[in-house]
């Protein structure tokens, strides 16, 4: 069973669902493609959170497998330039302190319009320059603020070899773990 | 792209760099066994590439023409002469699927991997292998990687972790409960297997906040690095300064963001900024409740 098919078996029926989705790194790629497809299909447009690849190399990949950009706003914290906005997306600075990323967060969902859903990739990348304790309760903020404002979301690890007790942890507060396999 | 650099003084590197950094690879990715395989062999594919890249191989040539040159590089190099070089599609595309093993000295045979000669260069440190060889695993190792993006960066630090570990338990670096003498052991170690001309270690900051690296002549940041960056790859893969993270990693609990600054200088000089981030929470409840109160 593919990821999407995974993740519409156990939240289709959750209104405003808040996924988990676990993967290996070989089959990382796919998985977000399909996390994606899933969210874009039923909610419409979103914020994609990337603080692992850049914004622009999403957008093409994106494109590449057919999935519209334009349902997409982005809040990038990996590409090397300086804080600045433009229509599509908030470059942060790369590797941000959590606080920052926590209001950036914020400061998207309320003041952009259309946006419906949040993804946000990777929670592993976090846990280069952060300790699991902290990643963890920075998931579990950005997690009450969903329910509150009432989007649906997904947060997506990848499978390391370590960091398994963050996802552990992460599991507890989301609606669904999907663990995809290679 | 800057031409490779080949007339400094090191025409060559201690085997047991390149063999530390293979076992480095086979452990820090085992934990995925089977599933592990591609990434293996798209490292193995991009070490190739490499080599094309650098002329090692000409990539217009015929297959027999690249068997041989590949042959007489890693033959001269002391590897066996059954190299394991395939053809895909038409034109026929070379690809080295079981080149990780190869370079390790490890066959696959019937879905096993069997130890044939690695331990051959731990002894003595006489085995030397040219740079290219070096410079190829390590840029495959970064390439193979490119798919997963920035939190390869993990995947890297727990290579470089086997990496240090096989380097001490072959006794090439004594390691120390002093995280600077450890680093200087491990400095040490690789000057003296000839990374570079000379390594210079700096902290700034109390407690640090920053490692400041330079470097003279090392071909990683002259021949791979730009090349990595060329093809977008995200990872930092330098292996000195990766085991200098480690060391801290492990002695310290701090964590590493690696190559936040670089200077290339003229005479072959590079300076590099690693920042150092503090063992310990980096998001505290207060933070979180303070931040919490902060978001709309």
New interface residues.
Partial sequence: MNIRNEIQEQVSLIETPLVLLSV???S??EAVLDVLRYFSDRFGSGLYIT???PSA?LQGSFEKAGIRGSNLVFLDS?TNIPEHDTESCCFLGR?R???DL??G???MV?ERKGINFVLLD?V??L?????P???A??C??VA??LRKWGLPGAFIC?E????MDTIAQLAQFCDAYVKGV? | MPKRIVDTEHKSIDRVAVDALLVGIRNGLG??GK??E??LEKMGDRMLEYLTMVGEVKSHSKPEEIRQSLQELFTSNGYPKEIPLKFKGSPPTPSMPDFINYLGGTRKEDGDHKKDYLTQSKADGKAQVDWVIYEMVIYGMSRG?D?????????T??IAGGMLDYLVENGRIEPSDDPEVFLQRMGDFFLKAGFADKIVKEFEGSPPNALVLTYYHSRYHMNVLPRLRDA?N?LYSCPPCLAAGSILRRSRGT???YDVEIRVLPEGEVVLRH?I?P???????E??Q???R???
Avoid: C, W
Avoid at chain 1, 127 to 131: A, E, S, V
Avoid at chain 2, 147 to 155: E, F, T, V
């Fill in positions: 290996s790194p070989v990382y790629q603080l692992n690849r190399t990996i590797m302190e959590l606080t926590s209001l967060v914020s400061k309320t990777s592993s990348t846990l280069i320059y952060n300790d304790k902290s990643v309760r920075f579990h903020l009450e603020r990848v390391m070899g370590e960091g290679g | 934990y995925l599933e592990g591609p990434i990687l798919s997963i993006g920035a939190q390869g960066q993990i995947l630090n727990r977008g995200l964590r590493i963001v920042k981030y063992g310990g929470e980096s998001f505290s409840e933070q979180a303070e931040t919490s902060l978001m709309k």
